[in-house]
């Protein structure tokens, strides 16, 4: 009754993002002073990621 489990697997959803955001070294360290490089990284480490569990995901198919 206490746990919303919609808003708990979003919330594990969000953590396990963060967690393979942390993987990416110039993400993480923020070396970049504009906002526009850091969207560009952040951007570049989202399509990494996806990419690779899209090449997963074939794989086990």
């Known amino acids: 009754y206490l ?3 919609e808003l708990l697997s979003l919330r594990y ?3 396990r993002t963060n ?5 990416f070294r110039s993400v ?3 070396f970049d002073k504009t906002a526009s490089s850091w ?7 989202f399509h990494v990621i996806f990419l ?3 090449n997963k995901f074939k ?3």
């Open 19 to 23: 967690a393979w955001m942390d993987s």
């Open 13 to 15: 959803s969000i953590e």
């Open 3 to 5: 746990l919303d489990t």
């Open 28 to 30: 993480l360290n923020r």
């Open 39 to 45: 969207k560009g990284w952040n951007l570049l480490a």
């Open 59 to 61: 794989k086990s198919r």
């Open 52 to 54: 690779k569990h899209i």
